[in-house]
C-alpha cells in the first residue's frame, strides 16, 4: 500500500475492504442497519474530498487536481438524529465510464447500495456538473446537489439562483463553500430533508434496496432523450420491466442496453442474477432485440451516445439559463469582451465560467465600448488568475520558473533544515551519554549497553534528527504547490516532451506524487488511462527521489558541498547546494524522459494516446491545514516507518560487527566481498550493503553506512556534521564518492513498498523485475561513467 | 479592423486553429472510440462554445475554456474537433 498522502489517509484503508461492493454482495442483509449510505460524487476538483473531510472530521488527503482520490473513502458522522457512512467516489465526470477510477465511481452508484447520493458541484462551472447530476438522478432516486464553491463563483460574479435549481430539479439544493467551516450543518439539514420525507411515504424495512421503494426512481423520465431513441426505448421496457424488477431503474437500464457497454451489462447482469434467477440467455435476447431496434433506427453506438450526451447537456444548459445569473454592472468587460484581434490585449481575456445561457446573448467581439489598445481597460479585464497562469505557461518562462521554483523549495528546506538539523544531533549527543551513563549505572552487560546505546539509539537518532528537519520542510512546501493548483500546470508543461516519448502529460502528476512516495505515485498511476503509458509511468515513478532518498541527497550534498561547519550558512552555498539538488533531481526526470522514449520503443511498444486534461482554477491554499496534515500525514509518518525500519536494521549492522568469523567481523567480511563490485561504481562495499539492506525502507541507508563505519570503532559519540565528515573522510571518501552515493541513490532499485505496489498494480512479475532493472541500470552506467570521468582525476 | 460577426466566427477549421483568445462553435468530434466520449464528457458537445486560452511553452498542448473550465488538449485531439 502507498505510504504518504491520501494512501496514508484513514479512509483508504477502509476503502480497500468493501471496494467494488464484492463484499456487500455476499451478504447484503447485513449492511442496512440505522446509518444511511451516502455517496459524495462530482465532477473531479469541485471539493469532494473537503467536504468530505469537513462531514467526518477524517483526514483525507486532497489536492487540486484531477484524479486525487483513486479510490473510494469511507468516512462515518454519527449525529444526534441519524448516523451516516459517507463515501467519496472518485471524481467523473460521466457515467459512461472509461477509466478505472471513473468505473469505480459509476459502479458504486449503481450497486453500492446507497441510500441517497450527494452530488458535488462547482458553482463556476454549474453546467457541466449538472450533466453528470441528470445522469446519477436516473440511477439514483434520492440525490442532494450541493453547489460548492459559492465564494469563488461570487468573486467571479456568478450568482447561482438556488432556489430556481431546487425548482427545476425538484431535489433539495443547498450552496456551501467546503473549505469554509459552515458547511457541516448545511449539508445534514439538506440529508434530513431529503431521507426525512421518504421514510413517511414509503417505508419497506424489509427491503434492503432503496431503489425499489420509491416513487422518483425508475420510471419517472429526468430528461426526455431524441425522439427516436425515446421510441427503443418505449418499446424496451415491457421486456426489461420484469428483469430489473425494481432493482435497477428500468430506463436507465434500457439506455445501458442501447449504449450496449458490455463491462457494465455484465456487472449489471451479475447484480441482477444475484437474488433472481436471471438466465444469461434472456439477457442475450434482449441485447439482440435492442441491436436490431438501433440498426432500425438507423443509430451506431457512436451517434446514440452523442445524442444522449447532447441532450444532457442541452437540459444542464436550460436549467443554468435560468439559475445562473452574472451581475454585469460592475464590471460588464469582463464577461463579454473577447476579441480575436492579433493587436488588440483584450484577446487575452477569458470569460471564465461562462455559460451556455449566455452564449445567445454576448456579443463576443462586439466590444464597442472598449476600443482597442486601451491598455488601462484591458488590464483591467483580464483576471489575475489568468495571467499568474499565463506567465507559469509562456514560451520563455514556462520551463525556468518550473526550475526557479523547485531551486527555491530546496533552497529553503536546505537553509532551513540545517539550524535545527544541528540543534537535534547535539541534543541527542547529550542524550546519549546520559544513556550511556544510566546504562551503566544500571549494571547492564556491556554488550547489551553497546547494542541498546550504539546499535539502537543512535540509529534512530541519526534519522530523526537528519530527516526530520528538511522533510518538515519540504513536505509542507510541497502540499502547498498542490493545495494551489501548480502541479497540472507542471503536467500541462511537460506534455510536449512526454508525448515525444510516447507517453502521457499526466506522468507529470504521478511523478509529482513520488516526490513524496513512490508507492503513492505508482498508486496514482490509475488516473492515466491507456494501460501502455499507465505501464510506462509505474516503471519509470522511482526515478524521481521519494522522500526517503532526499535525506540522503541533502546529507551528501550539505557534508561535501557546502562545507556547513559551525552552522553558519552563508547564502552562497547554501544556493549552490540547492543548485546541485536540483541538477539532481533533473537528471531523474531527464532519465524518466529517457526510458519512457527508451520503453515506448522497445517493449512497449506503441503510439501516444490522447491527453485530456482539465487545469483547475488556482485556488488560495489553506495554509494551516496544509501545514498540519502534511506534517501528520506525511512527516510524521515516514519517519515512523524510516525508524522502524532501522531498528532490525540497525540491530543486523550492530550483529555483524560484532560476530566475528575467524578473525574478521562478518561485517567486514560482507563489505569485502562486494568491494570488487562497488569499485567501479566509485563505492565501496560497505555502501553498497548498506544500500542492499536499506531495500525495506531507502531511508536508512545513511545512517547504516555511518552505523557499518562507527560499529568497526572509530565513532565513540554522535557528533556534529564536522565529525561525521570526518569519519566519512577516514573511510575513503572525497567528494566524488558522495557524487557517486548521491547518482546511486537517485537511480537503484525501488524500495519494498513500491516493488509490492508494483506488482499489485501490474499483476506482473515481469514488469516488477523490470521495474528494478531500469533505475538499476541507468544508476550503475551513471555511476561508472562519472568514476571514469572524475574518479582517476587525484 | 472590427469585421463582422460571421466572418470572424467562422474561419477556422478545427479547434486547434484557434489562436489564444479566440472563440469557436463546436461542430462535430471526428473521432471514435474513448477519446470520443472523454472529449464529449468535458463538454466539447455539438454547439458548444469553445475559447483558446492559453499555449503551454512548446505551443503544443493547448489549453481551452468550455463550460467554465479550462481543458488542455494535444494537436492530435484538437484537430479532430471541427468547429462551425
Excluded at chain 1, 436471471?278 to 434482449?286: A, D, F, P
Aim: glycine share 8%; charged share 15%.
Amino acid at each position: 500500500m502507498g505510504l504518504s498522502g491520501n494512501s496514508t489517509g484513514f479512509g483508504v484503508w477502509k476503502a480497500n475492504l468493501p471496494t467494488k461492493g464484492n463484499r456487500k454482495r455476499k451478504k447484503p442483509q447485513k449492511i442496512q442497519t440505522v446509518e444511511k449510505r451516502i455517496a459524495i460524487a462530482g465532477n473531479p476538483n469541485v471539493g469532494k474530498s473537503t467536504l468530505f473531510n469537513e462531514l467526518t472530521g477524517l483526514h483525507q488527503h486532497t489536492g487540486n487536481w484531477t484524479g486525487k482520490t483513486i479510490s473510494n473513502a469511507w468516512g462515518y458522522y454519527r449525529g444526534n438524529a441519524s448516523s451516516y457512512v459517507f463515501v467519496d467516489i472518485p471524481g467523473t465526470y460521466s457515467l459512461l465510464a472509461h477509466s478505472a477510477e471513473e468505473a469505480v465511481a459509476r459502479n458504486f452508484l449503481c450497486f453500492g447500495k446507497i441510500d441517497a447520493c450527494m452530488v458535488v458541484c462547482d458553482a463556476t462551472c454549474l453546467e457541466r456538473g449538472l450533466s453528470l447530476l441528470l445522469q446519477i438522478m436516473e440511477i439514483v432516486p434520492k440525490v442532494m446537489l450541493c453547489v460548492n464553491l459559492m465564494d469563488e463563483a461570487e468573486r467571479k460574479h456568478i450568482y447561482v439562483e438556488l432556489n430556481a435549481l431546487r425548482e427545476k430539479l425538484e431535489i433539495p439544493v443547498i450552496g456551501i463553500t467546503a473549505r469554509k467551516r459552515d458547511c457541516r450543518e448545511l449539508v445534514l439539514q439538506g440529508l434530513e430533508e431529503l431521507l426525512g420525507e421518504n421514510e413517511s411515504s414509503a417505508s419497506k424495512p424489509e427491503n434492503s434496496q432503496s431503489v425499489s421503494s420509491t416513487p422518483t426512481g425508475s420510471d419517472t423520465a429526468v430528461i426526455t432523450y431524441a425522439p427516436a431513441i425515446e421510441k427503443m426505448m418505449a418499446s424496451l421496457l415491457p421486456l426489461v420491466r420484469p428483469i430489473v424488477n425494481h432493482r435497477l431503474p428500468a430506463r436507465w437500464f434500457c439506455l445501458q442496453l442501447l449504449l450496449g457497454d458490455t463491462s457494465l451489462l455484465e456487472e449489471t447482469g451479475h447484480y441482477l442474477a444475484e437474488n433472481k434467477s436471471l438466465s444469461s440467455q434472456t439477457l442475450k435476447e434482449i441485447k439482440h432485440m435492442s441491436d436490431s431496434l438501433l440498426q432500425a433506427a438507423g443509430f451506431t453506438s457512436e451517434t446514440l451516445a452523442d445524442s444522449i450526451v447532447f441532450s444532457l447537456a442541452d437540459r444542464a444548459a436550460q436549467i443554468c439559463q435560468d439559475a445562473v445569473s452574472r451581475n454585469r454592472s460592475n464590471n460588464s468587460l469582463k464577461d463579454t469582451a473577447i476579441c480575436g484581434h492579433e493587436t488588440c490585449p483584450l484577446r487575452n481575456t477569458c470569460s471564465c465560467g461562462q455559460s451556455s445561457s449566455l452564449r445567445k446573448n454576448t456579443v463576443p467581439y462586439g466590444h464597442s465600448a472598449s476600443p482597442c489598445g486601451n491598455a488601462s481597460l484591458s488590464s483591467r479585464a483580464i483576471p489575475p488568475e489568468q495571467r499568474i497562469d499565463r506567465l507559469l505557461t509562456s514560451r520563455l518562462l514556462g520551463y525556468p520558473l518550473m526550475a526557479l521554483l523547485l531551486l527555491v523549495i530546496f533552497w529553503l528546506t536546505i537553509v532551513g533544515a540545517n539550524y535545527p538539523s544541528q540543534l537535534l544531533t547535539s541534543l541527542f549527543a547529550w542524550v546519549e551519554s546520559r544513556l550511556a551513563r544510566g546504562a551503566e549505572a544500571l549494571g547492564l552487560a556491556p554488550w547489551l549497553r553497546e547494542l541498546l546505546v550504539s546499535g539502537i539509539f543512535r540509529t534512530v537518532a541519526w534519522i530523526v534528527s537528519v530527516m526530520l528537519p528538511p522533510m518538515a520542510i519540504f513536505f509542507p512546501l510541497f502540499s502547498l504547490l498542490e493545495d494551489v493548483g501548480y502541479l497540472p500546470r507542471i503536467a500541462y508543461n511537460l506534455d510536449y516532451c512526454f508525448k515525444k516519448c510516447r507517453s502521457c502529460g499526466k506522468q507529470a502528476l504521478t511523478m509529482a506524487m513520488g516526490f513524496g512516495c513512490n508507492a503513492a505515485g505508482v498508486m496514482g498511476c490509475r488516473i492515466i488511462d491507456s494501460p501502455r503509458e499507465r505501464l510506462i509511468a509505474i516503471l519509470t515513478n522511482s526515478f524521481v527521489p521519494c522522500n526517503g532518498r532526499f535525506p540522503t541527497l541533502i546529507a551528501m550534498i550539505s557534508l561535501f558541498f557546502i562545507g556547513g561547519a559551525g552552522g553558519a550558512l552563508e547564502l552562497g552555498s547554501s544556493l549552490l547546494a540547492a543548485c546541485c539538488l536540483t541538477c539532481f533531481i533533473l537528471l531523474g526526470i531527464l532519465m524518466t524522459f529517457l526510458f519512457s522514449g527508451l520503453l515506448s520503443a522497445t517493449a512497449l511498444r506503441g503510439l501516444p494516446s490522447s491527453f485530456v486534461l482539465e487545469l483547475p482554477p488556482f485556488r488560495k491554499p489553506r495554509v494551516g491545514q496544509v501545514l498540519l496534515r502534511s506534517l501528520i500525514d506525511r512527516t510524521l509518518f515516514v519517519l515512523s516507518r524510516a525508524v522502524l525500519a532501522a531498528l532490525p536494521a540497525g540491530l543486523c549492522i550492530w550483529l555483524m560487527a560484532n560476530l566475528h568469523l575467524g578473525k574478521e567481523s562478518l561485517l567486514n567480511l560482507c563489505a569485502g566481498f562486494l568491494d570488487p563490485l562497488a569499485r567501479p561504481l566509485g563505492l565501496d562495499g560497505t555502501i553498497l550493503m548498506a544500500f542492499l539492506l536499506g531495500l525495506p525502507a531507502n531511508e536508512i541507508v545513511l545512517p547504516l553506512v555511518f552505523m557499518a563505519y562507527s560499529g568497526a570503532g572509530s565513532l565513540q559519540e554522535l557528533a556534529g556534521f564536522e565529525t561525521m565528515k570526518e569519519i566519512l573522510i577516514t573511510h575513503g571518501w572525497d567528494w566524488t564518492t558522495a557524487v557517486s552515493v548521491c547518482l546511486f541513490s537517485l537511480m537503484h532499485w525501488p524500495c519494498a513498498t513500491t516493488l509490492l505496489t508494483i506488482h499489485k498494480e501490474t499483476r506482473s512479475v515481469k514488469w516488477t523485475l523490470l521495474s528494478i532493472l531500469a533505475p538499476l541500470s541507468a544508476g550503475i552506467l551513471c555511476c561508472m561513467l562519472f568514476h571514469a570521468v572524475a574518479g582517476r582525476q587525484p | 479592423m472590427s469585421s463582422n460577426d460571421t466572418e470572424r466566427l467562422h474561419p477556422k477549421h478545427s479547434l486547434w486553429d484557434l489562436q489564444s483568445g479566440e472563440t469557436g462553435i463546436v461542430e462535430r468530434l471526428e473521432c471514435l472510440g474513448s477519446l470520443r466520449r472523454r472529449l464529449l464528457d468535458v463538454g466539447f458537445v455539438t454547439g458548444a462554445r469553445v475559447q483558446c486560452v492559453g499555449k503551454s511553452p512548446h505551443g503544443d498542448p493547448k489549453a481551452f475554456l468550455v463550460r467554465g473550465a479550462v481543458i488542455a488538449l494535444r494537436s492530435e485531439d484538437g484537430k479532430k474537433i471541427l468547429l462551425e
